[in-house]
Structures are given as structure tokens and as C-alpha cells.
């Protein structure tokens, strides 16, 4: 059983015990759900069971309970209040003895892409409405009703992530934001330009980075269960275990891998390979550690211009599969394919060959060269503008000079 029909079951359960449903009616419901594919809550108001009031009352409940801010015992009565006296929740939560803990005031996903003039009020309202109809997070509803673009969804729930975890102010993301739309370009890059984030020094892989690198999740399932990770104030980790995406031994070994690559023992695609083994092959963490052949002029060997395009999301699995069957013997020719296919274009496929001399040659890491390829693409820049744009083009212009004047004196 999938955990989100475990969560809608138990969702009935709450609203049976306080006597807001009847058996009957639940049983109706969670058939009506399985065959139709739409949320218990939605179905169960649609009937008639219940109303808009009862429903949301219930998720909150359910919410609390599960985050452990209410006893399942509280949760019952406060409902059965609400049942029989028709209070607001809130209130009947008082009357249980449930406190609200003090917390900052969250920068809500909507109210954020409003502020900075990304969609307007009635599309907000629209999509609002939608979601709660249908029971999709409000993101995933913007994007599929072409109200923002899958890259703006992700700029967006970034900068509520840092507004969360208290790195900038509400009012710096919605400036960053509007920058990042303005100038197209990654939401990291116009926080750093604005002068509002510096990112951290060590090298690091965040959580949903590592699992798409390992093929576990992928983009849209990710983009979900972060948005309703920052709606029920959980980890997104916390979130992909219950909805089913990973488990929770997945989730662990990949926080055990996320430290490593910090500390620099092993690099973002070395870390998802070795997590895709311990998935797939069901191997200790330190056995698929152990099989990976990690002598550096292999490492560097490894890290192909396909490996980079897929890493970067330019380019799809399906698009370098169909290239490699015409293409196994090298980079170049892969490239020179996807070109002629219309995958990437000319300026595309010169900024990643670029890209992988760098890192082969250890000027940059794996980090740096993905997010400076997309930098230049949106940005229709070359990619050493890119890292002059980026700040990480000093280092790569002393190593290469070092490199010269060696060059010119073994000559002499």
C-alpha cells in the first residue's frame, strides 16, 4: 500500500472517531478515491460527506499529529468539538489545552512569486483554488497550468528554503527572485550578485541534487515533495520516505554521502553512483564505496560530456542513450551527435568540451562546472565568461599561467 493511501485512510479514521463520518460513508469514499485516482478529502466533500470546513480541519489534524505537536487523542476531540458546536478549529484546539508554538511567519510559495511580480492575485487565487480541489501542491499547479516555468518553481521554493533556515530575509528573496527572472539566471547567482548569500566554502551535494544524480527521483517528484516539505515545515528527506520515492535506509545513506562529498573524499557523481549501487544492488554503503575505481586520472577519465549534460539537466537520458548508439568511442563525436540531433547547440557543446578539460585538469570541481555551464547557457555566454561572472575565473587564469611559464622554461 502506498504511504499516501495511508495517510488519506487515516485521515478518515480522525474524521469516523470524532463522529464527523460514518463508516459507510469512508468505505464509499476511499472506493470512489482508489478507482478515480483523486485525493479521500476531495472525494469525500464531493459526495456530500463532509464539508470544506471538516476536511481542512481534519489535514491539520492529521498534520499535528504526525509532526508530533498533538496527541492523536487531542486531535479526536478537538474534531468531535468542531462536529458538534461548528467552532473554528483553531478554537476547539484551545479548548483541547493545544498551544500554538511561536514561530516566524513562513514566506508562503505564492505570496513570494506575487511579491515579485511572477504571477498576479486572480492567477494566485485560480491556482489556490485548484489545489485545494484537487489536492496537488500549489507549485506543481502553477507549473502544469503554465503560470511559471519548472525553473522559476525551483527558484522559488530555494529561496523559501533560505528564508526558512534564516540565511536571507523575506524581502532579499523576493528581490533576488526578481532579479532571477529579469536577468534569467539561477537564483543562487543573483543572491550572490546581490550580495545577500555566500555559499559555503567545502564542497557540497544537496539532498535532491544526489538523488536525481542517482536516477532514484526524479525532477517533478522532487520539486513536490520539497514544496510540501516547506508547507508542513519537514525535512524534504522526511517527505520523499513517506510519499513512497525512497526509503528510509536510501534516505540515510545518502545523508551519510552528502557528508562525505563535504569533506571531500568523494566527489557529487562518484557519491550518486555509489548510492544507485547500494539501491539497485543492495550493498553496504561502504562495499559500494569500496567497488568504485577512484584513482584521480580515472576520476577525471569518468566525467564525459554526456555525464556533464545530464548532470547540468541540458540534456535527457533519453537524448544520450539514442546519441550512444551511434557514438561509443569518444566525447567528441557524442557531442558532434547531439548536435546534428538538436539536443544542444554550438555554443553548448564548446562550453561543456571547455568545462571538462577544467575539470580533468582539477581547475574546478564538479560543483562549479555544473552550475557555470548553466550559467552560460541561460546567458548566452562563453564559458570562461561565465566564470569571470561566476568569480571563478582568477584561480583557473593563474594555474594556466603557471602552466605557460613552465611550458616556456623547460623550452628555454
Known sequence: ???????????????????????????????????????????????????????????????????????????????????????????????????????????????????????????????????????????????????????????????????????????????????????????????????????????????????????????????????????REVPIGQMLVEGGFISKRILDTALKLQEIVSGHSLSALKAAEALREVATRHVSLARAISELDLSASESRERVRLGEMLKAAGIVSDTEIKKALRDARRNSALLGKILLVTGAIDDQTLHATLRSLVLLRDEKINMEQAIFALNHARKNQITFDEALTELKWSSQVERDEADEEEIEDSEEA
Open 1 to 231: 500500500m502506498k504511504a499516501g493511501t495511508k495517510l488519506s485512510q487515516r485521515l478518515g479514521e480522525l474524521l469516523v472517531e470524532a463522529k464527523i463520518l460514518n463508516m459507510d460513508g469512508l468505505n464509499h469514499a476511499i472506493e470512489l478515491s482508489s478507482e478515480t485516482g483523486l485525493p479521500l478529502g476531495r472525494v469525500l466533500v464531493m459526495c456530500g460527506y463532509i464539508g470544506d470546513r471538516e476536511l481542512e480541519a481534519a489535514v491539520k489534524a492529521q498534520a499535528l499529529v504526525k509532526d508530533g505537536a498533538l496527541t492523536l487523542e487531542k486531535a479526536q476531540q478537538a474534531l468531535t468539538i468542531l462536529g458538534k458546536e461548528g467552532l473554528d478549529f483553531d478554537v476547539c484546539l484551545k479548548q483541547v489545552g493545544w498551544v500554538n508554538p511561536d514561530k516566524p511567519p513562513v514566506a508562503r510559495l505564492g505570496e513570494l512569486l506575487q511579491d515579485a511580480d511572477i504571477i498576479a492575485q486572480p492567477q494566485l487565487e485560480d491556482s489556490l483554488k485548484t489545489s485545494q480541489e484537487t489536492g496537488l501542491p500549489l507549485g506543481r499547479v502553477l507549473v502544469l497550468t503554465n503560470a511559471v516555468s519548472e525553473e522559476m518553481l525551483s527558484a522559488a521554493l530555494t529561496a523559501q528554503v533560505l528564508v526558512r533556515d534564516n540565511k536571507i530575509s523575506r524581502e532579499q528573496a523576493v528581490q533576488a527572485l526578481k532579479s532571477s527572472r529579469f536577468r534569467r539566471v539561477n537564483i543562487e547567482v543573483s543572491l550572490i550578485d546581490l550580495g545577500f548569500y555566500k555559499p559555503p566554502p567545502r564542497q557540497r551535494v544537496k539532498l535532491g541534487e544526489l538523488l536525481v544524480l542517482s536516477g532514484l527521483v526524479n525532477e517533478g517528484d522532487l520539486m513536490t515533495a520539497l514544496e510540501m516539505g516547506l508547507i
